[in-house]
């Protein structure tokens, strides 16, 4: 095997640990990980010395909202956002494109729109809606990764959410087309008496909003999921977890065995309720962040595994969604734009938690791309994987402006934050897709 290119580095990340290697690759795979002095002769070097070298982050939460709703974001700016934040895979969620991912159909017509305009590789969740049943292995041969479901209102009419009547029915598919299910765990109840206890509340106060999605919302709604998961057997994912007293629920159907995992975001790693200013509407999002207490128990079940992964759940809108004029959080779209910033935001706090590299890149990319059924392929630096490299400086630090932004609007909460982490390069199949600063490669990104 003739290796066209080398990558080496006193610290490449490997899932192993951290060690000085040079990453050889042919035909755009990982043909092995050498001895750092190992170049072969007539082969690309590139020696990064020090930075580290990273396997590119699988984010398997963001909404790319194309076809149907494109002025939100797209596939375009999304996937060269997600190149310069080191990101080289995306699965993309089946709500507010029009249509929403619901049907074969449907998942045929997002992925003509997104064929030839991706900078990084894209997967497809699908959708489990009232009674689309009958859909779901329609969509799974169609290359559906999986499936998202709402116990709650999705904030979009063209996907709703489902009761326990519509669930138990496509749980049981799922498992025996053997595809994971993707929960929006919030239930409708303790919220709609939240809403009720806040009539005349100013609308403006970010406690006002949090105290709208209370932690209930979540208990109830994982407690309901791991009752149909025990019944069922299919394989469950809880994502954005925000609430630490719902912690205890997915302990508990981790320690029965249930195939049940979950996912936390940067944005309840990093901010706190108490940080929250009033009529801030760039920090709206459900659930919401809620307090510095509750985000170090967030901090604490990543270490011990509760938490598996963490995912951007990058959902941007227009920015007149957001209300900034009137700064009502309880009439701004819901969602945090983060996908280019998910990295550096995760590992700004988890060292200064004494985290590591290999933790970042288990958390990042070795379980996301398990969560996607892309073991093997994505999510570490191994021979037989694809050669999806991130070329990361770990103690350099920079201030996010609205011009560093490569989303489609600028519109998110981490403008004005420091962080720490600055990604170099991002090579995605051993091709630069992104190089000090330099987007490149435009339109190498496959559909998975």
């Known amino acids: ?48 010395d020090d930075l580290a070298v990273l396997p590119g982050v699988v984010d398997t ?12 974001e797209g596939f375009a700016t999304a996937t060269r956002a997600a ?47 009232p009674g689309n049943t009958g859909e779901l292995a329609g969509l799974v041969a169609e290359g559906a990764r999986g499936f998202k479901c709402f116990l709650v209102d999705s904030g979009v009419e063209e996907f709703g959410w489902v009761r326990e009547s519509d669930l138990g029915p496509a749980m049981g598919e799922l498992a025996r087309l053997g595809a994971p299910l993707l929960v929006h765990a919030e239930v409708a109840g303790p ?59 997915v302990r508990a159907a981790r320690a029965e065995g249930l195939p049940l995992t979950a996912e936390t975001c940067p944005h309840y790693l990093h901010f706190t309720a108490e940080a929250v200013p009033d009529g801030a509407t760039a920090f709206k999002c459900a659930p919401p962040i809620r307090d510095a207490a509750n985000r170090e128990a967030l901090w604490q079940a990543l270490a011990d595994g509760t938490l598996e992964l963490v995912a951007s759940d990058h959902s941007p809108c227009s920015p007149a969604l957001k209300r900034p004029e009137q700064g009502d959080f309880l009439a701004a779209w819901g969602g945090v734009a983060g996908l280019q910033l998910a990295l550096p935001v995760t590992w700004s706090e988890a060292r200064a938690r004494g985290h590591g590299l290999l933790d970042l890149a288990r958390w990042m990319a070795a379980a996301p791309a398990r969560l996607a059924g892309l073991v093997g392929k994505k999510g570490a630096i191994a021979a037989g994987h694809d050669a999806d ?11 996010v402006t609205p011009q560093s932004i490569r989303h489609r609007h600028r519109v998110t909460p981490y403008v004005g934050e420091t962080l720490t982490g600055v990604v170099h390069a991002t090579y995605l199949r051993g091709r630069l897709v992104f190089d000090e600063g330099r987007a490149l490669a435009d339109d190498q990104g496959e559909l998975l």
């Not at 699965?91 to 991706?118: F, H, W, Y």
């Not at 106060?205 to 919302?217: C, H, K, V, W």
């Not at 490299?389 to 201030?399: M, Q, S, T, Y």
Request: glycine share 8%.
């Open 389 to 399: 490299l991130v070329v990361f400086a770990p103690d350099e630090r920079f201030e």
């Open 83 to 129: 190149a310069a934040g080191g990101t080289t895979t995306l699965v993309d969620m089946p709500l507010n494109s029009i249509p929403a991912t619901t049907t074969r159909e449907a998942l045929v017509a997002k992925r003509a729109a997104a064929r030839g305009q991706c900078a990084v590789d894209v997967g497809f969740w699908g959708g489990v809606v």
């Open 61 to 72: 939460h963001v909404h790319l909202n194309e076809p149907g709703r494109t002025e939100w």
């Open 1 to 48: 095997m003739k290796i066209d290119l080398v990558v080496r580095s006193r610290r490449v990340v490997t899932p192993e640990g951290e060690r000085a290697a040079a990453v050889h690759v042919a035909g755009g795979v990982i043909a092995r990980v050498a001895d750092w002095g190992d170049v072969p002769a007539g082969a690309a070097l590139r020696d990064v």
């Open 191 to 249: 919220i709609e008496a939240a809403e009720a206890a806040l009539a005349g509340a100013d609308p403006r106060r970010y406690a006002t909003y949090l105290a709208s999605r209370p932690p209930e919302a979540e208990v109830q709604a994982i407690a309901l999921v791991a009752r149909l998961c025990r019944a069922t057997r299919a394989r469950t994912h809880i994502v954005h977890h925000s609430a630490a007293s719902a912690l205890a629920e």
